[in-house]
Nanobody
Framework: QVQLVESGGGLVQAGGSLRLSCAAS????????MGWYRQAPGKQRDLVAT????????DYADSVKGRFIISRDNANNTFYLQMNSLKPEDTAVYYC?????????WGQGTQVTVSS
């Protein structure tokens, strides 16, 4: 089992920045990739960014490339999403995700609202 606890969401003006954190606990060694997804009202949950367990590989949705950075602190079992140059269309509930070869784990979600 893996438990994920998110923090760092909130309200920010367009052009501003926020950093989301996701603290993992439990069977950390079984995780091979971690990521962030988001879901806007009435829309499906979409991938924002992923990072491999060795932090050597990261991928981003086209809509956030150049603005968001995913990172991982293995010493503290925490990974982050630094969000810069935020736009109103980034408004959504953001979920952290951890993948093992057997299961897919989710955080509880944190609201990010970007005002214009």
């Amino acid at each position: 089992q893996v438990q994920l606890v998110e923090s760092g969401g909130g309200l920010v003006q367009a052009g501003g920045s926020l950093r989301l954190s996701c603290a993992a606990s439990g069977s950390i060694g079984s995780i091979y990739a971690m990521g962030w997804y988001r879901q806007a009202p009435g829309k499906q949950r979409d991938l924002v960014a992923t990072i491999s367990s060795d932090t050597k590989s990261a991928d981003y949705a086209d809509s956030v490339k150049g603005r968001f950075i995913i990172s991982r602190d293995n010493a503290n079992n925490t990974f982050y999403l630094q969000m810069n140059s935020l736009k109103p269309e980034d408004t959504a509930v953001y979920y952290c995700n951890a993948r093992t070869y057997l299961f897919n784990y989710w955080g509880q979600g944190t609201q990010v609202t970007v005002s214009s």
